[in-house]
């Protein structure tokens, strides 16, 4: 149980915590889809209520630099945990810097599975330097260890970004990296990219929105069906040429093939990696794999691989059992010690970031505290800025009959809309997701008073915030040829808000800028909400009481 906190007994109802997914604060009011939306409720918000900026991003949420964005995974590990672990893009960077992963079990038998059979190992991931996912240094370093060990043959699966890099920007990845594989390919050794396409179109779904995807990417990776091409580069250009306008994440699928023969198919006795770090748009993909009994859909032909995740993408069902280096050891998460002190939580998102609210908020796993209810809301499949209001208002309405039914004590949700319409680049889009959000704070809020509760208002790292690229000298924003803006899909370097949403105090209660608060603050600030003190583990609450 957690201890009493003497300078505050608790609100006398629930405390909700609403992360605003990809709001962050901006710099330059030019090509903020924040500043351009119509918001009045969260401009209320601003100006009569508690509020300061957090860090979201880099070394505050466990990245390697303060030169990497914050992603929903590191955010919400840090917001439900209390806690900063250092992150599977540092994880993976130091073991290998360290030489420690080919150190490691799952590399030898990886390796060792692949001399066993036709001597071919796959890598299969995000093809970029994001660093939310993935980072394409990883990829290198292990080809070449793959080249010192013996293997004979490696075939690439390179999902093109576009997402958590500039939205065109795959040839940049692609063209050295082929050269790179050119030039290693000497003496008997053979490496190339044998299949890949968009990330938003093949492989990485998460959550079980969209397994038709999984599957185009089963067939591509796996059985190499698909239009063909020479190499990766010509594949690019060519998908680009028959998709005019088409961003890198939502290019459709390719095949290299020498001959009308694709060069990578996956067969029995292979090696497979599967390269990214990041769990979420992992499991999926991971569990075709693995899973003797599968039933998302018909994989055609199962080869027997030795298979490697990068990370260990679930604890909770240690998928995968092999995996290159350990994840973080995410321990004490704020639903554990509320749920060890008797608290019923309550947890809604959409099906794009339920698990963000679930899974990461407990630390990459998928099983529930005692006392804990999860509420889904089954998203649209459809781009999003077709429907920039997403499922804004069904989460309200599920949120609002959760305090309703008077059963909880602390209640969080996700509002999808800020960050997933934030990755389309359509700014108009943008804008309106931010509006659907603030009309639905306008309906939640008087819940939350109904119920005697508060709530604590903030966001996982920016998107919304900046819709267009920046130049990189001038940090103003970047124009094409014709004058138009460059559209930015990424996240952002942003701190994100904090509100303090309370009307039972009477005044006593405020919120602390400190130069350390962050997203780690908010689990012991909730905890002192509730009355509660922090556990020791957890970073400062940045809650004052008058
Ligand atoms: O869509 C995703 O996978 C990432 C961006 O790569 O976004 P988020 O971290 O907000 O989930
Ligand atoms: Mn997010
Ligand atoms: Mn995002």
């Known amino acids: 149980m957690l201890q009493k906190f003497p300078a505050f007994a608790g609100v006398p109802g629930p405390v909700v915590v609403i992360v605003m997914d990809g709001y962050g604060i901006p710099k330059h009011d030019v090509g903020s889809a924040i500043d351009a939306a119509r918001k009045p409720t969260l401009d209320r918000l601003f100006a009569q209520y508690p509020n300061i900026r957090l860090r979201a991003h880099g070394t505050a949420v466990g990245m390697p630099s303060d030169d990497d964005m914050g992603n929903s995974e590191v955010g919400h590990n840090a917001i439900g945990a209390g806690q900063v672990y250092a992150q599977g893009a540092a994880l993976v960077a130091n073991a290998i810097a360290e030489g420690a992963i080919w150190q490691g079990g799952a590399w030898k038998e990886i390796v060792a599975g692949a001399k066993a059979g036709r001597g071919v190992l796959h890598f299969i991931g995000l093809f970029s330097d994001g660093n939310v996912h993935s980072h394409i240094d990883h990829l290198k370093a292990m080809v070449v260890q793959a080249k010192a060990e013996g293997v004979k043959t490696v075939r690439i699966h390179a999902l093109l970004d576009g997402r958590d890099v500039p939205e065109t920007s795959a040839l940049e990845y692609v063209a050295p990296f082929e050269a790179f594989l050119r030039d290693i390919s000497t003496g008997g050794f053979d490496a190339r990219i044998a299949s890949g396409g968009g990330r938003q179109y093949i492989t990485m779904d998460r959550y079980d929105a969209n397994w038709p995807m999984v599957e185009r990417g089963w067939h591509t990776h796996v059985l190499g069906e698909g239009p063909q091409f020479a190499n990766a580069t010509e594949a690019v250009h060519g998908l ?307």
């Open 240 to 546: 680009r040429e028959r998709n005019p306008g088409t961003i890198d994440q939502d290019l459709p699928e390719f095949v290299i093939a020498d001959n009308g023969k694709p060069i990578g198919t996956i067969e029995d006795g292979d090696s497979v990696v599967f390269y990214n770090f990041r769990g979420d748009r992992a499991i999926e993909i991971t569990r075709a794999f693995v899973e003797e009994h599968f039933t998302e859909f018909d994989r055609v032909r199962t080869p027997r691989v030795t298979y490697a995740g990068m990370l260990q993408y679930d604890g909770d069902l240690q998928l995968p059992k092999r995996f290159l280096v350990a994840p973080p050891a995410i321990k004490d998460t704020s639903a554990e010690w509320f749920s060890k002190s008797g608290l019923a939580q309550f947890a809604c998102s959409e099906t794009q970031k339920f698990g963000h609210v679930t899974y990461f908020w407990n630390g990459n796993r998928s099983n529930k505290f005692e006392g804990e209810t999860w509420q889904e809301v089954p998203s649209d499949v459809v781009p999003f800025e077709q429907r920039p209001w997403m499922k804004a208002a069904e989460i309200t309405d599920a949120m609002i009959a959760a305090l309703q039914s008077g059963q909880y004590k602390v209640l969080r949700c996700n509002y999808a809309n800020g960050d997933m319409v934030g990755h389309t680049g359509n700014f108009r889009a943008a804008t309106m997701a931010i509006e659907a959000v603030d009309l639905a704070l306008s309906r939640l809020l008087p819940a939350i008073d109904a119920a005697g509760g508060v709530a604590l208002i903030t966001a996982d790292h920016g998107n919304a915030d900046e819709m267009f690229e920046l130049d990189k000298k001038t940090k103003q924003p970047a124009q094409n040829k014709d004058g138009s803006f460059k559209a930015k899909t990424a996240h952002t370097l942003n701190p994100v808000p904090l509100i303090l949403y309370d009307n039972v105090s009477g005044g006593r209660l405020g919120l602390a800028q400190t130069d350390t608060a962050g997203l780690s603050s908010i689990a012991a600030t909730v905890a002192n909400l509730l009355g509660l003190q922090k556990h020791e583990k957890w970073d400062d609450s940045v809650l004052t009481v008058k």
